[in-house]
Every structure is written in C-alpha cells, then in structure tokens.
C-alpha cells in the first residue's frame, strides 16, 4: 500500500497480478479507520464489474478495545452505553438492546414442547429501586 501524492490517493496493489485498490482517505489518516475502497480489476467471483466499492476498517486497537470509524481506540466496555465514547459516534451505532431472529413472527404461538398443550412461562422481576411511592386514601 503506497499513497500516491500526484492522484492524493492510497493505492494497494497485489504482486503478481493485475487487481489493484485505491482509497481516497487522507495522508493524515495513514488508513486507520473505517475508509472506502474502489477494486479494480478483481476476481469475476467477487463481482461481475471492473470494479467495485467496499468499506474497510483498518485498525491499532487492541483485543479488548472497540475499532471507532476514525481510527481511535475505546475500551469495549463503553461499547454501546448510550454516551459517545468516539469523536466520530460510532460506538454508538448499529447498538440494539434487543437482537430479535429473523424468523421471529410475533402473531405465531411457540410450539408446545412435547406432548403438552400449553407452554410453561417463568417470570421474575428484580426491582433495583423505587422512585416514588403514591398512596392511595
């Protein structure tokens, strides 16, 4: 991967043979972070066109530490705690408190489990705390 000062683009190219990238990420990123490529000249398995768009992330962080788009580093802890930990937000994106299969059908009842006619349904509910407490006269 070389960056190419005349066209101020990177372009990545694979010895031996004619598929080459470039990326119009900025010198100054030195390509950390999440950047767009355009393939050229690619493998026809990987798309029937010359060439080709994808996003790529290159990245220092750490195991334990979450890749932000701008190329910085946050502990994987604030991953997703509702409070931008990135300068960029995202950390913040793509977060769901729920992952719901794409199968699920709400209007569908589970099946039963075994020879029984009805499915038995455990709930518990932990209170952490009280706000407020209304009496009512």
């Given at each position: 991967?070389?960056?190419d000062f005349?066209?101020?683009?990177?372009?990545?190219?694979?010895?031996?043979?004619?598929?080459?990238?470039?990326?119009?990420?900025?010198?100054?990123?030195?390509?950390?972070?999440?950047?767009?490529?355009?393939?050229?000249?690619?493998?026809?398995?990987?798309?029937?066109?010359?060439?080709?768009?994808?996003?790529?992330?290159?990245?220092?962080?750490?195991?334990?530490?979450?890749?932000?788009?701008?190329?910085?580093?946050?502990?994987?802890e604030v991953?997703?705690?509702?409070?931008?930990?990135?300068?960029?937000?995202?950390?913040?994106?793509?977060?769901?408190?729920?992952?719901?299969?794409?199968?699920?059908?709400?209007?569908?009842?589970?099946?039963?489990?075994?020879?029984?006619?009805?499915?038995?349904?455990?709930?518990?509910?932990?209170?952490?705390?009280?706000?407020?407490i209304d009496?009512?006269?």
């Amino acid at each position: 991967v070389k960056y190419d000062f005349t066209e101020d683009h990177f372009v990545a190219t694979v010895r031996g043979k004619e598929t080459y990238a470039t990326s119009k990420a900025s010198f100054k990123s030195l390509l950390l972070g999440s950047h767009m490529w355009t393939v050229y000249n690619d493998d026809k398995s990987c798309s029937p066109n010359e060439s080709y768009e994808t996003r790529l992330m290159m990245s220092s962080c750490s195991g334990g530490e979450f890749s932000c788009d701008d190329g910085s580093c946050v502990q994987m802890e604030v991953r997703c705690n509702g409070k931008s930990d990135c300068s960029d937000i995202s950390d913040e994106k793509g977060c769901k408190i729920v992952e719901i299969d794409e199968s699920y059908n709400k209007e569908i009842n589970p099946p039963p489990i075994g020879t029984s006619l009805k499915i038995p349904v455990n709930i518990s509910i932990n209170i952490s705390s009280i706000l407020e407490i209304d009496e009512i006269k």
